[in-house]
């Protein structure tokens, strides 16, 4: 089976760094990958990790570490549309893409 | 942009009644999938296809039943629509080559079952 742990809220201020982890228990683990998604909309794909280490994309960078079963979304230079619901995601082998329960970041002024 | 669209956005339906959300992509997409979402929650796998002729259950029992006759085309019926229904239904798509998971989301279909 497949479980995935993020934290449920997270409040940042403007202008700051925020890191939401997320830690996983898959079988034949292939990656990790974060989404996105604003009230009222879809998920978003932000990025996918197979290996280990940070892989950056503009404010956002995300992180694996596969020998802890761990990763995180680092997000910079909060703005304020930033605040969204963010999902950590993994599959493995044939099983089909299955999401965290998702992270709530609320970003205040 | 995700080439993938479900119809219709919003359904308020009665209790009892049949009814069936489309899902089309044009990206040839081998893998599709259908999540329930409530506001502001986590997203339950409730089917999903490898392709065509490929069905499975998800982690979240459903009433409900999919086909996956053409690869671009991934309906979802609700034999006898219950209040219980009444949620937001996702649908998505990602290509089986390699081993990125970028999924694709349609905008969603809001139900309301009164």
């Known amino acids: ?109 | 942009e995700a080439d993938i669209y479900q119809t219709p956005r919003y359904l308020v339906i009665g209790t009892g009644k049949k009814i069936t959300l489309e899902c089309s992509q044009t990206m040839g997409h081998d893998k599709m999938y259908w999540y329930q979402q409530d506001p502001g929650m986590e997203l339950h796998l409730i089917h999903y296809s490898y392709g065509v002729n490929s069905t499975e259950k998800g982690d979240l029992s459903s009433e409900s039943t999919v086909s996956r006759i053409r690869t671009e085309h991934f309906p979802l019926t609700l034999e006898s629509a219950r209040p219980s229904h009444t949620s937001q239904y996702l649908c998505a798509s990602s290509s089986r080559q390699g081993k990125n998971t970028e999924a694709f989301f349609g905008q969603g279909t809001r139900l309301t079952v009164v």
């Open chain 1, 1 to 109: 089976g497949q479980s995935l742990e993020q934290p449920s809220e997270v409040t940042a201020v403007e202008g700051a760094i925020v890191q939401i982890n997320c830690t996983y228990q898959t079988s034949g683990f292939y990656g990790l990958s974060w989404y996105q998604q604003h009230d009222g909309g879809a998920p978003t794909f932000l990025s996918y990790n197979a290996l280990d280490g940070l892989e950056e994309t503009g404010r956002f960078s995300s992180f694996l570490s596969r020998s802890d079963s761990y990763g995180y979304l680092l997000l910079q230079e909060l703005q304020m549309k930033d605040s969204a619901s963010y999902f950590c995601a993994s599959n493995s082998g044939n099983t089909p893409l299955v999401f965290g329960k998702g992270t709530r970041l609320s970003v205040i002024a």
